[in-house]
């Protein structure tokens, strides 16, 4: 599929004005279904040429101002459009697919009941695979759908129900919306109703998953009413677009889709299983962000994909704020700092980093790359520090009038600058500069002298890498801990190499000094030699879960960047993690620290580590309350890191289960994971535990556990389906892919090195881009750390017909191995 370039869009937005969408799709049909669309729009040069994007299986007709076009003249995804009008009416009926990758109109027939259900998924560029559209976010226009349907179908969109007969709906016409906002619901979907401060809400899943929403429906309900309500506060402009349904969708790719009136969330969030407090927060902020968007992306729509992070970042920081201060989930900036700014702090110092707002993106596809941890993460900590350096009411004070100057239309960085800098009175242009146009993080390290136990001078000092010498403003606290207490937080501005602290001068020095303590700025921090000898002591006995993820996330990078040996994390799990009371924490810290272990160490020393982290584990269950969070965190991580087979086998049968915890679908599944990674279990225990779990959940754990065998007849089913089965699900070809490489038993896959770098990028071409690119990172031989591994990756990124998602994921997976391969070289 020819993606859209920059330059295209700019010269087709000048071109054209768009007035409306009308859209007839036609489910009924075997196969595949029918879609005509009518566009009517305005050339700003009558006689002028354009084109309309479709991607169809047969373009059946077109029609432009009555004349008919030859449907021959469509060029791959583009159908060429000449002899403008000053107002035009385009006619396009064509026979489009299903899809199977969740984009476009994706198709899913329910494991458990046979029904089935389709949604649609028009992000980034994907509208095309279900209608004629000028697919590109700033040529907005209101949008009528019909469908017709099964008529014992549900079918919902953005707009509400206008007019319904026998499987006939017509919608209500939307405000105006970028193509990629444009979706519908349709399939037997299971819904439950409500209603607050005048807007209707909904929910809809699967029917075979419809028991687990009925309970979850009370807390869905109270988080979205808790989230209108204070973004009606923040902003002072009402929500937009009538209703607000949340669809909870199957094999879905991302977390949800911010579509305005329908938002789609992935349905692995209507729990079926027990859950961590951790999970539910994580699900409550995904649904805060999304409505974030609502404003930010879809009132106030970026107008080309350089400027996404006016919506990414806005809807990370506003979701994570918004849950804090709104919802019951009041610890939510604790997650972030620990789980969400690692994987900004990871992706800003790979090769691939990019600035927050990018200067250049040349076309769609590589605006698909820049959906990461810059974009989310980075971006909302830069606004976290922007609020903290010009106050909260200045900058709401700046947003409300944005979305006065640009409702239901697009904006750029300038105009929300511009508007900010009107609100706040301050020159923004040095700080934007600083930290939105460059990229890559500082590290911020603090340097005391310390006089007959008092402070003489404190410094920050803050460093840059080479390859990007920006330093930055940080506002930042410094937090002086004795005795796991806070006893006082020190404010500083922090500008250039060396900033002295006076306010600390004088006072009597602390067991621990905290860079960043409350996590304001985005910046990596490293402690001084006397905190850092007092960590693995006052660590356990710090009394706020903030500074704990702060400190954690502070050892696990140190161990990344190889400042620290993997040992002293290993050590610092033994000492500190019995004592955690965060199941957050707990979770991040294993979750983090095996990634380590299982790239910076080799077989031997990597099996000793493992040996430690499941005592410490074990250590935990034993004092975790019955049936909370914690424990089930814990007894997570123990699975994942134990080599007890017969005592993983005792649990599945019920036997030695420590009080309280349940083994439910999930618990069991994650156990014969790591039985399969063991080699404990065959195909045969497999397929048992499918036929008791066979939902789409049990189809995907199923596949992972096949992939992960080490039986060198699983690996090659699974490599089979990784590079070249596309009759699978996006989520199924994941599943085996995630699963394929495991550091226990290297030998079994040693072939399968080679066999990536020669093959990816005919696999590749096979998917979707964005299944591409998480293809090409889960089925990376990120274990085989070698030199002739990167020798390979070399020679993979020195070709020239590498997509551009191959390309990120191969370089960045390489930038591991670079580090891997350093760790181990200095172990
Ligand atoms: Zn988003």
Redesign the pocket.
């Known amino acids: 599929m020819r993606c859209l370039t920059r330059a295209e869009a700019v010269e087709r937005a000048e071109l054209l004005a768009v007035e409306s969408y009308e859209i007839d799709l036609d489910l009924t049909r075997d196969g595949g279904f029918r879609s005509t669309t009518t566009i009517r729009f305005r050339a700003a040069r009558p006689g002028a040429s354009t084109f309309v994007e479709i991607k169809p299986t047969t373009l059946v007709a077109a029609t432009l101002n009555g004349v008919q076009l030859t449907p021959a003249m469509v060029d791959g995804n583009r159908l060429p459009l000449a002899g403008l009008a000053a107002r035009n009416a385009l006619t396009v009926e064509a026979e489009m697919a299903y899809s199977n990758t969740g984009e476009g109109l994706h198709r899913f027939v329910d494991p458990v009941d046979g029904e089935t259900y389709l949604y649609a998924m028009s992000f980034l560029d994907q509208a095309q695979r279900i209608f004629a559209c000028f697919d590109q976010p700033d040529l907005k226009a209101p949008v009528t759908l019909s469908v017709t349907a099964p008529p014992d179908w549900l079918v919902a969109a953005n707009g509400a129900v206008a007019k319904m007969d026998d499987g006939r709906h017509t919608f209500v016409t939307t405000q105006p919306l970028a193509t990629y906002f444009v979706t519908l619901i349709a399939g037997p979907y299971h819904a439950r109703y409500d209603e607050h401060d005048g807007i209707p809400l909904a929910l809809y899943c699967r029917r075979s998953l419809a028991a687990d929403l009925d309970k979850e429906a009370g807390e869905l309900f109270t988080v979205t009413r808790q989230c209108l309500d204070r973004y009606h506060e923040l902003f002072g402009v009402r929500y937009p677009f009538g209703r607000y349904d949340q669809a909870f969708v199957p094999e879905f790719n991302?977390?949800?889709?911010?579509n305005p009136g329908l938002v789609a969330l992935r349905d692995d969030y209507v729990f079926r299983s027990a859950v961590t407090e951790g999970q539910r927060e994580q699900r409550t902020v995904t649904i805060a962000?999304?409505m974030?968007?609502m404003w930010f992306?879809d009132l106030v729509t970026m107008r080309w994909w350089d400027d996404l992070w006016l919506?990414?970042s806005f809807?990370?920081y506003l979701?994570v704020r918004v849950t804090a201060e709104a919802t019951r989930f009041g610890g939510a900036w604790t997650t972030f700092a620990m789980r969400r700014k690692a994987t900004g702090y990871i992706a800003d110092q790979r090769p691939s980093t990019h600035p927050v707002a990018p200067d250049h993106v040349p076309d769609a596809a590589h605006a698909l790359l820049n959906f990461d941890g810059i974009s989310?993460a980075k971006g909302a900590s830069v606004l976290r520090q922007l609020v903290a350096w010009l106050g909260d009411e200045p900058v709401l004070a700046g947003l409300r009038a944005h979305f006065a100057a640009h409702r239901f239309g697009n904006a750029t960085l300038a105009d929300l600058l511009a508007a900010l800098t009107k609100a706040s009175g301050r020159d923004l242009r040095g700080w934007a500069d600083a930290w939105l146009r460059t990229a890559q993080v500082n590290t911020l390290r603090l340097e005391p002298v310390i006089v007959d136990g008092r402070y003489e001078t404190v410094h920050v000092v803050q460093t840059a890498p080479e390859s990007h010498p920006t330093l930055r403003p940080h506002r930042v606290g410094i937090g002086l801990y004795d005795g796991g207490v806070l006893r006082q937080r020190v404010d500083a501005d922090v500008d250039g190499v060396r900033t002295a602290v006076p306010a600390l001068t004088g006072l009597s020095a602390a067991d621990l000094l905290l860079p960043n303590d409350g996590d304001l700025t985005f910046a990596k921090v490293r402690l001084d030699a006397g905190s850092a000898a007092a960590l693995p002591r006052a660590l356990p006995a710090l009394t706020d879960p903030l500074a704990r993820a702060l400190l954690w996330a502070a050892t696990v990078d140190a161990v990344g960047d190889n400042e620290l040996p993997v040992a002293d994390l290993v050590a610092l799990i033994v000492t500190a993690l019995p004592a955690e009371t965060e199941a957050v924490v707990v979770a991040d810290v294993l979750r983090m620290s095996r990634d380590l272990l299982d790239r910076y160490l080799d077989t031997g020393q990597r099996a000793a580590a493992l040996v430690h982290v499941a005592q410490a584990c074990d250590r935990l269950l034993r004092t975790a309350a019955p049936g909370g969070s914690l424990q089930l965190a814990t007894a997570r991580g123990w699975i994942g890191a134990t080599v007890d087979t017969a005592r993983l086998a005792g649990w599945l049968a019920g036997a030695e289960v420590p009080d309280g915890l349940i083994v439910d679908a999930d618990l069991r599944w994650s156990i014969r994971y790591r039985q399969a990674v063991l080699g404990a279990i065959g195909g045969a225990e497999i397929e048992a535990e499918l036929a008791s779990d066979p939902s789409a959940l049990g189809q995907e754990w199923a596949a992972r556990c096949v992939a992960a065998r080490p039986d060198p007849d699983a690996k090659a089913h699974a490599w089979r389906v990784v590079t070249s089965d596309t009759t699978r699900s996006n989520r199924i070809v994941g599943g085996y892919a995630e699963g394929f490489w495991q550091p226990e038993r290297p030998e079994v896959t040693e072939s399968y090195v080679e066999r990536y770098f020669s093959e990816m990028p005919a696999a590749a071409r096979l998917r979707t881009a964005w299944i591409a690119e998480a293809v090409a990172s889960l089925a990376f031989p990120r274990y085989a750390v070698a030199s002739t591994t990167r020798e390979a990756a070399a020679a993979l990124l020195a070709r020239d017909d590498l997509e551009p998602s191959v390309r990120r994921a191969v370089t960045d997976m390489d930038d591991g191995l670079r580090r891997a391969l350093a760790a181990r070289s200095s172990a």
Request: charged share 25%; net charge negative; glycine share 18%.
């Open positions: 991302a977390g949800a889709m911010e962000h999304e974030a968007h992306g919506s990414e809807a990370e979701g989310y």
